[in-house]
């Protein structure tokens, strides 16, 4: 089946720096990527959709400014969590589309911001 | 706004009993998935619905779904420990690009 990987899988840094995540379709091409956030005990809430070569659609109440998104390959989407503060402590989790519906999801970033 | 509701959200049984969990969504959808989520890991596939009616069982669990009355169950058969985990819905709305709306999810946990 289709594999999707995400790097790194744990990070812990300090408060105000940058932290990157990356998506990765292993076998296949994924025109959409999907990034969500998860806190300890709650479901996954979407964060933005991520179309290869174009602008990511965020959802309301996510700053832009704050998680780039960039898609820049059909197997690439990375996430960019700038001036990390305590409270974007959560388990990221990345999924790509293939076709019409099916989406594969990632492993999971567990970030934590000191 | 689009609302998947998952009840219960805790669920303790004991190993060998019976339970269903409930999923039941705000929008037209025809398309529900359900997931497992192990603690500190990504989510495990279990169904896909695809239509009215559908049903699908894999060992002890059975998941079903009624798009009338835009409800989803999973059904617990003779529970086992190794089910402990956290499972949830999740509708794809078509209307806003094909995005998934994540259910509350339902913690179980059972009991030898």
């Known amino acids: 089946g289709a594999v999707v990987s995400q790097h790194p899988s744990r990070v812990i840094c300090k408060s105000g720096t940058s932290v990157k995540i990356e998506c990765r379709s292993l076998?296949?091409?994924?025109?959409?990527m999907f990034w969500y956030r998860q806190f300890p005990k709650q479901s996954l809430m979407l964060m933005a959709t991520?179309?290869?070569?174009?602008?990511?659609?965020?959802e309301q109440g996510v700053e832009k400014d704050k998680f780039l998104i960039n898609h820049a390959s059909l197997t690439l989407s990375t996430l960019t969590v700038t001036s990390a503060h305590p409270e974007d402590s959560s388990f990221y989790i990345c999924?790509?589309?293939?076709?019409?519906?099916?989406?594969?999801f990632g492993p999971g970033t567990r970030l934590l911001v000191l | 706004e689009l609302k998947v509701e998952q009840n219960p959200l805790f669920l303790s049984m004991q190993e060998g009993k019976n339970y269903t969990i409930y999923c039941n969504y705000s929008?037209?959808?025809?398309?529900l998935y359900w997931y497992r989520q192990d603690p500190g890991k990504s989510l495990e596939s279990l169904f896909v619905?695809?239509?009215?009616?559908a049903v699908k069982q894999e060992g002890r669990l059975m998941a079903s779904l009624d798009t009338k009355a835009r409800l989803s169950t999973l059904h617990i058969t003779a529970a086992v420990h190794d089910l402990s985990a956290t499972y949830f819905c999740?509708?794809?709305?078509?209307?806003?690009?094909?995005?998934?709306?994540f259910g509350t999810g339902t913690s179980l946990t059972v009991i030898p």
């Open positions: 999924s790509a589309r293939v076709g019409g519906q099916t989406q594969y």
């Open positions: 076998d296949f091409q994924a025109t959409t």
């Open positions: 991520s179309n290869e070569g174009s602008k990511a659609t965020y």
């Open positions: 929008t037209t959808s025809d398309r």
């Open positions: 619905l695809l239509s009215n009616g």
């Open positions: 999740a509708v794809l709305e078509s209307n806003t690009g094909n995005q998934f709306y």
